[in-house]
């Protein structure tokens, strides 16, 4: 499963020029304040600011002042940083929102031999969400057995989100998603902004 953008109206990087289709790039504001503000879900008014889904053009932007030409001077100075924090903390509350509601309608199947029976049951998970975090040797192990047993798997949040998501006072590696609803938007959701996690997580 995989997020495809339809076509619509285009728009191009600030950062690296970049064109395409305005689902593809991330959506910038400017608050009444003059602060730079990420609008993920596109419905903030103003005039948007658009850059790559990626670390690097978000940070090229700020050092190379593209967001004060984008807004006509208006800006207030932009920590780059600050920024990319905020970003990935938006995106992370987007990802876990789906997934905190999967949990409370008990879609949900967390820890390492509960995964595994699952994989290997006959009722099997929509979706397995790893950790960006897991280790090596633990997730070769699930995603083997998950390509085995023809269920998706996708990459997401920290090791420490997920578990505070499904309830749990510990870590946990992975995420097994029983509901289809759950898993499409679960998939959406995370095939949207892959490529800044991954870039952010060093994958």
């Known amino acids: 499963m995989s997020f495809q953008a339809g076509p619509g109206p285009q728009r191009s990087c600030i950062a690296c020029r970049r064109e395409g289709d305005k689902g593809t790039f991330l959506r910038f504001v400017l608050a009444p304040d003059g602060t730079v503000t ?18 690097r053009c978000l940070l090229e932007a ?19 940083q600050a920024l990319n ?11 876990g ?12 199947v967390s820890g390492g031999d509960a995964i595994e029976r ?23 192990k699930l995603k083997g057995m998950a390509a085995r047993a023809a269920v998706p798997v996708v990459w997401g949040l920290s090791k420490d989100l997920l578990g505070q998501l499904v309830g749990k006072e510990s870590d946990r590696s992975a995420v ?25 997580s060093g994958r």
């Open 85 to 95: 924090a905020l970003l990935l903390q938006i995106m992370e509350q987007r990802i």
């Open 97 to 108: 929102g789906y997934l905190s509601l999967a949990n409370k309608a008990g879609a949900t």
């Open 176 to 200: 097994a998603v029983s509901s289809s609803g759950f898993a499409q938007s679960l998939v959406k959701e995370i095939e949207r902004y892959r490529n800044y996690l991954e870039e952010e």
């Open 118 to 140: 699952s994989l290997k049951g006959g009722k099997l998970p929509k979706l397995l969400v790893l950790a960006t975090d897991i280790s090596t040797s633990i997730a070769d």
């Open 38 to 55: 990420p609008d993920l879900e596109e419905k903030l008014p103003g005039r948007g600011a658009y850059t790559c889904q990626s670390r």
């Open 62 to 80: 700020v050092t190379r002042k593209q967001f004060s030409r984008s807004f006509k001077g208006a800006v207030t100075a932009v920590d780059g």
